[in-house]
């Protein structure tokens, strides 16, 4: 083979090897169209985002309502008893709806774990398109919720929920 | 006519810390008698074996919500006059809309004090 045969050969096999870039980047960004979730980074990580916000304040506030009315406590004259015993239930009382916050962080994580999950799936539909080892299903339409389903939120975050005041207009 | 203190109670909540929450609430209160269900399901074998004289229960749990066991309740011919009152942390209109729909008695929304506790009992059984 000539030296002018051989380098077009090389150039031949370079050509070819830039079309396969080419059409691999295309693939990739086609495949990353579908992909793309704008209700993921539109409304479930901000919510995530939003509920971890709550999530701090609730325990701070918690924990701030907890040690008050531990220093309530410490804080009391024991030489008059019956006043004593009922500043004691009072701060009791006063602990006990500051523990409610367990519950109500509990729901809170559970929704930041739902997202968690979906990024992780999103992740996973990544790896796969472009590994091959499996082909990019078309994308579901996630299935109406059932009514009943529908009802279940989970806390409300800062100004997106309704007051107990409002609901006692409601039952009055 | 006056409220029993002694009547049993149902609080039905899927965090354990909710109920003992609630129990230590209701004990504070003067109520003496109070049973526990984690579940809409379990809590309507138990009304079913128990005569209760009202139901507290919260909306979000599996594999029966609260909501599921209010019109379970209503729809029971033995069961329908049971007082209901659902605490729960889902506060959207919509929500407290169809609970009332459905016949709750009334309904709290978490966090809550022991005083709005109070003040619900009061409304839905009568002074104490």
């Known amino acids: 083979m000539s030296s002018n045969e051989a380098n077009t050969a090389r150039i031949k096999k370079l050509t070819q090897e830039c079309v396969d870039i080419v059409r691999t980047i ?112 078309p994308e579901v339409v996630a299935e109406k919720p059932h009514s009943d389903a529908a009802l279940l939120n989970g806390p409300a975050l800062e100004g997106e929920g309704i007051e107990q005041d409002f609901v006692d207009q409601l039952f009055a | 006519m006056a409220v029993q203190m002694n009547m049993p109670i149902l609080i039905v909540d899927d965090y354990r810390t909710m109920l003992r929450i609630i129990r230590n609430l209701l004990s504070k209160l003067g109520f003496t008698d109070i049973d526990e269900a984690p579940d809409g399901e379990t809590a309507l074998a138990m009304l079913k074996s128990r005569d209760y004289g009202l139901v507290i229960s919260d909306w979000n749990m599996q594999p029966m919500t609260g909501f599921e066991l209010l019109k379970v309740v209503r729809a029971d011919a033995v069961l329908k006059t049971m007082p209901f009152i659902m605490v729960t942390a889902e506060s959207k209109v919509e929500n407290v809309q169809a609970a009332r729909q459905a016949g709750v008695n009334n309904y709290i929304i978490k966090p809550f004090s022991a005083a709005v506790l109070k003040a619900k009992l009061k409304a839905v059984l009568g002074e104490f």
């Open chain 1, 26 to 137: 295309l693939v990739a960004r086609r495949e990353m169209g579908r992909l793309h979730d704008p209700e993921l980074r539109q409304v479930h990580l901000p919510r995530a985002s939003e509920e971890i916000g709550a999530i701090l304040t609730m325990t701070e506030s918690a924990t701030n309502d907890i040690m008050l009315a531990a220093e309530d406590m410490m804080a009391l004259d024991l030489s008059e008893p019956d006043f004593a015993a009922e500043q004691i239930n009072a701060a009791c009382m006063r602990i006990f709806e500051a523990c409610s916050f367990q519950d109500i962080t509990g729901q809170r994580i559970a929704n930041v774990l739902k997202t968690l999950q979906l990024v992780e799936s999103k992740i996973e539909e990544f790896e796969n398109a472009f590994s091959g080892a499996a082909s990019v299903e």
